[in-house]
């Protein structure tokens, strides 16, 4: 769109004040730049598209590279996820296998325990049993002096 002032510049006069010469024809300078910076946008044009190519190629790598990533990332995530399962097999091997050696410590130590306790049981046992025998032998006998 043309500026106000480009359009007032067409009118300025063409010549010095002084005697009267042919009509001039108003400058269009904005059509003089134009004109003028037609040829370098020309060469430009060349490297414009050049640049356009690029960046074309540039979005197409970054695509792969994109879809490389991802796959790397699902690669891992896949890789991942299967050592945890098997880290999570190997915890619970192990985790079984000190719950199994408590468990067989702790059975052994009731086995200890119980037969203390039995052979304690059985010390006592001969005292209790001559005791019972004593009690029931004088019960007899007080049994035996009182008339019946």
């Known amino acids: 769109m043309a500026r106000s002032r480009d359009f007032l510049e067409r009118f300025r006069p063409v010549g010095t ?7 001039g024809v108003p400058a269009d300078r904005t059509a003089e730049r134009g004109a003028e910076l037609a040829t370098v946008f020309a060469l ?3 490297t414009e598209t050049e640049a356009d190519e690029l960046l074309a190629l540039a979005a197409a790598q970054a695509a792969e590279i994109r ?4 796959d790397q990332a699902r690669a ?10 098997a880290e999570r097999a190997e915890a619970a091997a192990h985790a079984r296998h000190e719950v ?8 052994e130590q009731a086995e200890r325990d119980a ?7 059985l010390a006592r046992l001969d005292a209790e049993v001559q005791r019972i ?3 029931v032998v004088h019960e007899l006998d007080a049994r035996a002096g009182q008339p019946s």
């Open 67 to 70: 879809r490389t990533a991802q």
């Open 100 to 107: 199994d050696a408590e468990s067989a410590q702790l059975h």
């Open 44 to 46: 430009l044009a060349a």
């Open 17 to 23: 004040p002084g005697a009267a010469a042919g009509a």
């Open 76 to 85: 891992l995530v896949a890789e991942a996820r299967r050592r945890a399962e």
């Open 133 to 135: 025998v004593r009690h």
């Open 115 to 121: 037969s203390a306790t039995w052979a304690q049981a």
